[in-house]
């Protein structure tokens, strides 16, 4: 880690950016800042998606600006979320993933919407735990893993407490704490949601695929195993099972090709989630949670397939 740490810091000097603590810095104070239009990281608009799984406005603007590396400010009465668009690049580049980047935007998030920045005390332990407790929220949320929600501290952090910031151990519990919070609230939802086990305009049973399975071993044909194209709705593709044929069929069983035929091994339950509005249950599998782009994440939040057209 200290090599990656060691290749973020060189680049950012190559850049002309310098990095007044190894940690994620704040600058809360009104003194005046150069900053540029406001702009996107990349191809991805973050900071609607972190506002989305929040539910409030954003009463702040978000700027690239001549910062060490990022600072949640208060300036003339306005809000910002300053950061450097060098120092995100070159942390993405150095851990490969822009979870990093992502992350740091939400932890400056979190010092605007804890009411840190109205404090004229300057950083404070207490209020960067609160941050990185709100970012490891947010990144779960996302569908960041709790390895992708501690990327960036985990390189960035000192190893001892500062006067302003806490040590690496302690902010990585935080995000931790945040993280498995969400987690929580995801598989509550997700609970919640089957009791009413119907959608509408699909009320066929488990009958009908065994029906199909059943008919499948009448028959000597290789084919006949195989699912009709007509009854799948989705392919269900795990990377740890690539070999294996399953499919949601379109009264939403789930279901495997086996040499005697079709088997019913589970079925794709609705949810009250907003980004995760199905589950797969399975005797075959632990539960899966499927995302509105068709991505299939475990309890622990880690992608570990897809459902996709056959």
């Known amino acids: ?72 400010v208060i300036m003339n009465g306005q809000r910002y979320i300053l950061y450097n668009e060098n120092f995100v690049n070159t942390l993405n580049n150095a851990l490969r993933t822009d979870w990093a980047g992502v992350s740091i935007l939400a932890h400056e998030i979190g010092h605007h919407l804890n009411g840190h920045t109205l404090s004229k005390g300057g950083s404070n332990q207490r209020d960067e735990l609160e941050a990185d407790e709100f970012s490891g929220f947010v990144l779960r949320k996302m569908g960041a893993s709790l390895s992708e929600a501690q990327a960036a501290i985990k390189a960035l952090a000192d190893d ?104 019913v091994i589970g079925k794709l339950e609705k949810t009250n989630n907003r980004n995760f509005p199905y589950v797969l249950e399975s005797r075959y599998f632990s539960n899966l949670f499927v995302s509105t782009d068709g991505l299939l994440l475990n309890e622990n939040g880690q992608r570990v397939g897809v459902l996709t057209t056959t």
């Open 160 to 263: 001892e407490d500062s006067y302003t910031h806490p040590g690496r151990t302690s902010r990585l519990a935080a995000i931790s704490k945040g993280w498995r919070n969400a987690q929580d609230q995801i598989l509550a939802s997700a609970k919640a949601g089957t009791p009413n086990r119907t959608v509408a305009g699909i009320n066929r049973s488990i009958a009908t695929e065994q029906a199909v399975a059943n008919s499948s071993r009448r028959t000597s044909s290789s084919s006949a195993r195989r699912m009709p194209s007509q009854s799948i709705l989705r392919q269900v593709k795990l990377q740890s099972l690539p070999q294996e044929r399953m499919y949601v069929t379109t009264s939403l069983n789930v279901v495997r090709e086996t040499e005697r035929g079709m088997e």
């Open 1 to 72: 880690m200290k090599k990656v740490l060691l290749s973020i810091l060189t680049g950012l000097v190559m850049t002309g950016a310098s990095v007044a603590t190894p940690a994620v810095a704040e600058v809360k104070g009104g003194a005046a800042t150069t900053y540029a239009a406001s702009a996107k990281l990349g191809a991805r608009d973050i900071i609607t998606e972190i506002i989305d799984v929040v539910g409030l406005k954003p009463r702040f603007e978000v700027r690239a600006a001549n910062v060490p590396n990022a600072a949640a």
